[in-house]
């Protein structure tokens, strides 16, 4: 369409998925994918996520994707033409408005890991993990985690990152910038996991991973399950809308999504792969949470040969890895300030980045000084929950999962058969399997997971 011309497209299909990729690939597979998976007991959780992406995530992303490209435009503007052209309710703008506002309290937290795999670029590097036991790895990650200075130093300068990135529009560089460092992430991912093997333990990780025993699945873990293929695909979050705009007519939307889709799963088991085995020859807690991956990486480089430059090499590209996914974060709600509000690119930037700084202080905070402090524990659904617990779990088990409903259902029942076959230009009989998928089967299994476990 005009739009999309005037507005550039992507310099090719590998662009976008590299762009993509980039959004989707971040702190969601290396840290949250086996911290949540150690929590919720292993094998069974993890067949259910599978489960997810493959039946609720990749139809979503086609469908966003779809949307983003036939509206051309910011995924706000987008939806409106695309309401306004059918003639549909205002009200479905609220998909992209929750999108948005799940993306910012996001970031408010992400920034405050980012900053975490900031500092163990240091920590590293110094060469103060060689050698270390699982105890002394263990109190490097409380120093942190106890110093509110500290932390807020390191979020300070992961936000600052991202705002210097997006305040600038950058692309180009971001899609090179990808290119060499998610190879680069995997091949070092394949390191770890060589060196998991060697621990003697490696049996135990991939049963732990791959054997599901559903007496440890509970209802609130599907629950996780389902809003982690939201997140980690980056879904819900009007990201892969705003992409899609600039997608070329003739690239395919599905094979795109499953590319994307396919590495993304690929990273996160590998991550599980890599640190499970690390946790059982250490007699760590899978369950230890959010601090997993910094109780056990580090003990693998601080015990095979060259694990200082390893180590370091790691930490630099988990912090790429979570750059590019942050920037994506923030992407949508600068457009949508500039486009709304008329406000220029710098000011828009400055405006969400600095609320976002302020309101990842309330997590850094939950980590120490207010550990105990939890807000909505009145209601049993949030008990025990901290700050940082909390935006964790409304933006990923409530709005996300939320927000991809809204996006099926537009997709499925509001814009016409014709135009979704037109912008997926699939075999008949492909077409007809997402479009049962994604009128059917995803709405109904998000309200039953959703349903049961708010009442
Ligand atoms: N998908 C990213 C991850 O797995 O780390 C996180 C993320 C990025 C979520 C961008 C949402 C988003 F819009
Ligand atoms: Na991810």
Redesign the pocket.
Known sequence: SEASIKRGLWSSRMAFVLAATG???????IW?FPYITGENGGGAFVLVYLVCIAAVGLPIMMAEILIGRSGAASPLRSMRLLIEQGGHHPAWRFTAVIGMLA?FL?LSF?SVIGGWAVSYIGTAATGELVGKSAEAVGEIFSGLLGSPWLLLGWHTLFMALVMFVVGRGLRGGLERAVTILMPALFVLLLIVVGYAMTTGHFGEGVAFLFQPDFSRLTTAGVLVALGHAF?????G?A?MMAYGSYLSRNVSIAKTSIVVSVM?TGVALLAGLAIFPIVFANGLEPGAGPGLIFQTLPLAFGQMPWGSLIGTLFFVLLTF??WT??I??LEPVVEWLEEKKGMSRTRSTVGAGVSCWLLGIASILSLNVWSDVTPLGMFSMFEGKTIFDLLDFVTASIMLPLAGLLVALFAGWVMTRETLQKELAMSSGSFSLWYGVIRYVTPIAVAVVFIYNLF
């Open positions: 959004s989707a690939v971040g702190l969601g597979n949250k993306a996001i992400y997140f980690t695909l980056s879904l979050m990201v993304d890895a979570a996914s942050a994506s974060l």
